[in-house]
């Protein structure tokens, strides 16, 4: 059974930092692609970030030179480093991994940019 649980979300206030993590199991973690989406309310689900197996990332332009995806295959996770936060940031973020025509997402974690 795949599981992915993700951790680290919180109430932060604008220029603040937080550390995301998404903890893997029931896979071969390094084989797969791994990323960060988020979703706001009333918006559509939008890629924040991801990882091939090979370690190369990649960003949406939104958020290029504040947040940092990498990932620790000995501890089957990746992390999402958002540093430089802004409201606009406020959203679920989920962690997903995929390899070929195999998908898996997390359950979220609530990130609050606020004064």
């Known amino acids: 059974q795949v599981k992915l649980v993700e951790s680290g979300g919180g109430v932060v206030q604008p220029g603040g930092s937080l550390r995301l993590a998404c903890a893997a199991s029931?896979?071969?973690?390094?084989?797969?692609?791994a990323g960060w989406y988020r979703q706001a309310p009333g918006k559509l689900r939008e890629l924040v970030a991801y990882?091939?197996?090979?370690?190369?990332?990649n960003y949406a332009d939104s958020v290029k030179g504040r947040f940092t995806i990498s990932r620790d295959n000995a501890k089957n996770t990746v992390y999402l480093q958002v540093n430089s936060l802004k409201p606009e940031d406020t959203a679920v973020y989920y962690c997903?991994?995929?390899?070929?025509?195999?998908?898996?997402w997390g359950q979220g974690t609530q990130v609050t940019v606020s004064s």
């Open positions: 997903n991994v995929q390899h070929v025509s195999d998908y898996h």
């Open positions: 029931g896979i071969i973690f390094s084989i797969y692609q």
């Open positions: 990882i091939t197996s090979s370690g190369s990332a």
